[in-house]
Nanobody, 124 residues
Framework: QVQLVESGGGLVQAGGSLRLSCVASGRTIRTYVMGWFRQAPGEEHEFVSGITWSGGTTYYADSVKGRFTISRDNYKNTVYLQMNNLKPEDTAVYFC?????????????????WGQGTQVTVSS
């Protein structure tokens, strides 16, 4: 079992930056794939980015590639999402998720554990 806690969301002006953090605790292992999803009001979960703990491979949705960077600190069981050049369309609740896979999954239903989410609001 894994518990995930996100932090770092908030209100930011368009063009600004935020860094989200996700700390894993409980019965965690460092072979989990970690992913970031986001959900706007009335919308489904959208894949944002993913990373493998062991291989260091990263994946990004086309909508955020070049602006967002995912990284990890295995010693701290923490994954980060650095978000630069934020746009109003990035506004959503951002969720950290974990999957017992060796490759990155991009579908929300394939993830086993989820955090509570952190709100990101980008104003224009």
């Amino acid at each position: 079992q894994v518990q995930l806690v996100e932090s770092g969301g908030g209100l930011v002006q368009a063009g600004g930056s935020l860094r989200l953090s996700c700390v894993a605790s409980g019965r965690t292992i460092r072979t989990y794939v970690m992913g970031w999803f986001r959900q706007a009001p009335g919308e489904e979960h959208e894949f944002v980015s993913g990373i493998t703990w062991s291989g260091g491979t990263t994946y990004y949705a086309d909508s955020v590639k070049g602006r967002f960077t995912i990284s990890r600190d295995n010693y701290k069981n923490t994954v980060y999402l650095q978000m630069n050049n934020l746009k109003p369309e990035d506004t959503a609740v951002y969720f950290c998720a974990a999957c017992t896979s060796i490759v990155v999954r991009t579908t929300a239903s394939e993830y086993d554990y989820w955090g509570q989410g952190t709100q990101v609001t980008v104003s224009s």
